[in-house]
């Protein structure tokens, strides 16, 4: 009998082999059939309409092949460069009536980001189009763009308030004792936050004077943009006062908002659709409220990017910096390495811009990264660096290896610093009855010992090789900032900085965003800006993992995107931080090299989390009975 059930399970696993390698074979000529048609539906006249149900990142992470026909959900990012050319295209086509953001579905973006995509909606308005926002409740990052709108209307059953940047963050020291964890950390940098939920029950006083900073200065700029956009809107009280100004409207949020100029209407979809339609046209095909629209993807298509002229080479270090290789949205050092190497052999580059758009790191694979750029350098390459939203530690480091540095005023930087951490648990075991005991031949045997703990040679070793690293970060900033040792260290100890201060300080040159990096690099190679094209050093998405964004479903069809009033949109926020928080605890506890990373960064970005950490997050909440 076992023999015949061993058979059974061996033609089962045949049969389930066969039937998914037809489903591959069937989705991928599907998916061949699809990208083989010659232009796709032409763009006639109406409104862009970007339906904006996901953050916007540098570089989007790659979806799992086949993840929708596994019933998982895909995640939607967009790339920040790709809503740049699609909004500077629509500025001169006259097939263009209006652009039209739909917020209700937005994850946010880093300040530097949403300047970037503000500045570019404001030259579609400067251009004489009317661009119109709608949101059933605005978060900050959303009314950031929406403020550069020249219609922006809300829900009436729904409204906006806001909340700044900030907030509590969890500490782990108590739970660690209860547990008898010990955390071993090994840090270089005062102000090295990123440790300190394991080593503190609360933020220290260095910690809480640079956040003060950081954050003051990032709600100053994020509030003086509004009031440049929207000089009308009386943001000051909405931001000082809430509860007053609330009360006052009787609870109504959305009234509240009308009466401030915060928004301009108030109106549901079907209402605010046939305002588009007076501007674009009524799509007679479709239900009540529905507008002629140009579809982003389709748009997209229908302008591509220049192809000819001189190859500007562009790497783009974006997402957590990691040894190994690892797809888009992740920086993985050999992968990154390889790009570099790889553009610098096959295509005739003249100058090299490096995208970097990263909470660091693996020290390793940052310094894997920088002497490929340096590579560039040795060949006579101009190299200039451009910090998108986030460089900060392992992101600074790779920064050093640009001739200069551009930043936004709201760029997040700095975080010069590197740390290890290494549990052991000792402690826990012996709560159980666990004991140990051994021979070892030299003060190192056995260790870092996760059972018996850590010894003095050990950590004394780990800590001055941390040291060490630390000593090489501040050399590598100094020749390449022509600072002296002692600035650096004096601007560094793991403080993160904006990018106004961090112009100031020195650690960064000019501001401005990735098309003035690229022309920086024209000129240095001695070409015309305006005759160059840019080469992305990096690898295409496989037909598996495009076929899977194909699937992704549309939520105009759908009957839009995610909704959500003002309680709703802060409860969605605030679970992803604290799935966010989660997954940054079980980094430090697992992390296995040294670190050059700023975790208290992603705090200040989109409110994002992997489905794997909303799970975890979701099992710890269901053990505690919620």
């Known amino acids: 009998m076992k023999l015949v059930r061993g058979a059974w399970r061996l033609l089962v696993g045949i049969k389930d082999a066969l039937v998914l390698l037809a489903m591959l074979l069937f989705f991928g000529l599907l998916f061949a059939a699809l990208a083989a048609r010659p232009g796709g539906k032409a763009v006639g006249e109406g409104a862009l309409l970007l339906d904006l149900d996901g953050p916007i990142v540098e570089q989007p992470a790659e979806p799992a092949a086949l993840a929708a026909l596994s019933n998982q959900e895909v995640p939607v990012e967009y790339r920040l460069r790709d809503v740049i050319r699609a909004l500077d295209a629509a500025r001169t086509d006259a097939r263009v009536k209006a652009v039209v953001l739909d917020l209700d579905g937005f994850g946010g973006g880093y300040p530097a980001t949403l300047g970037e995509v503000a500045d570019a909606l404001i030259r579609v308005r400067n251009a004489g189009k009317p661009v119109l926002s709608y949101a059933t409740g605005y978060t900050d990052a959303g009314y950031r763009l929406a403020a550069a709108s020249s219609e922006i209307w809300v829900d009436p059953m729904g409204g ?88 006052a409207a009787g609870g109504d949020i959305a009234r509240a908002n009308l009466q401030a100029g915060i928004v301009d209407k108030l109106g549901d979809r079907i209402a605010f659709g046939k305002r588009v339609a007076q501007l674009a046209g009524t799509d007679t095909a479709k239900p009540a409220g529905w507008f002629k629209r140009i579809g982003y993807d389709q748009w997209l298509a229908a302008n591509p990017m220049k192809t000819g002229g001189d190859a500007i080479g562009i790497v783009t270090v974006a997402g957590n910096i990691v040894d190994g290789q690892a797809g888009p949205g992740t920086a993985a050092g050999d992968t990154i390495a390889k790009a570099v190497l790889d553009g610098l052999a096959t295509n005739k580059l003249k100058a090299l811009v490096v995208r970097v758009d990263s909470p660091g790191g693996s020290a390793l694979a940052s310094e894997r990264i920088r002497r490929a750029v340096l590579e560039a350098k040795r060949r006579g390459l101009p ?89 090489q970060f501040i050399a590598r900033v100094a020749t390449a900032r022509k600072l002296t040792p002692q600035r650096v260290d004096e601007i560094g100890q793991g403080r993160v900085w904006d990018g106004g201060t961090a112009r100031q300080i020195g650690l960064v040159d000019r501001f401005g965003g990735l098309s003035d990096a690229i022309a920086e690099a024209a000129r240095r190679a001695k070409l015309d800006p305006k005759a160059v094209r840019t080469v992305y050093l990096e690898k295409e998405p496989g037909w598996a993992a495009q076929l899977a964004s194909s699937f992704r479903s549309d939520p105009e069809e759908a009957g839009g995107a995610p909704t959500g009033d003002a309680f709703g949109r802060i409860a969605a926020d605030r679970r992803m931080l604290l799935a966010r928080a989660v997954a940054d605890a079980r980094m430090l506890a697992t992390g296995g090299s040294v670190q050059a990373r700023c975790i208290e960064c992603a705090g200040l970005g989109p409110v994002t989390a992997s489905a794997g950490d909303v799970k975890l997050l979701d099992l710890i909440l269901a053990r505690l009975g919620w």
């Open 160 to 247: 906006t308030i806001f909340t700044g940047p900030g907030g509590s963050q969890p500490y782990l020291k108590g739970l660690l004792d209860r547990l008898g964890v010990n955390a071993h950390i090994y840090r270089v940098g005062r102000y090295k936050a990123a440790v300190e939920p394991l080593l503190l029950t609360r933020q220290s006083p260095e910690s809480r004077q640079a956040s003060e900073a950081l954050y003051g200065s990032l709600f100053g700029q994020w509030r003086d943009a509004i009031r440049r956009m929207r000089p009308r809107a009386q943001i000051d009280a909405f931001l000082s006062q809430p509860d007053r100004v609330i009360v």
């Open 383 to 471: 190299v200039v660096v451009s910090m998108g939203g986030l460089a900060a530690s392992g992101g600074y480091w790779v920064a050093t290896a640009g001739d200069t540095i551009f930043a936004e005023p709201t760029t997040i930087t700095g975080s010069i610093g590197i740390f290890g951490v290494i549990p052991t648990f000792e402690r826990t075991l012996a709560k159980i009855g666990v004991t140990s005991d051994g021979v070892r031949t030299t003060p190192l045997s056995g260790q870092p010992d996760i059972i018996a703990g850590t010894n003095t040679a050990v950590d004394t070793v780990l800590q001055s090789a941390i040291e060490n690293g630390y000593r």
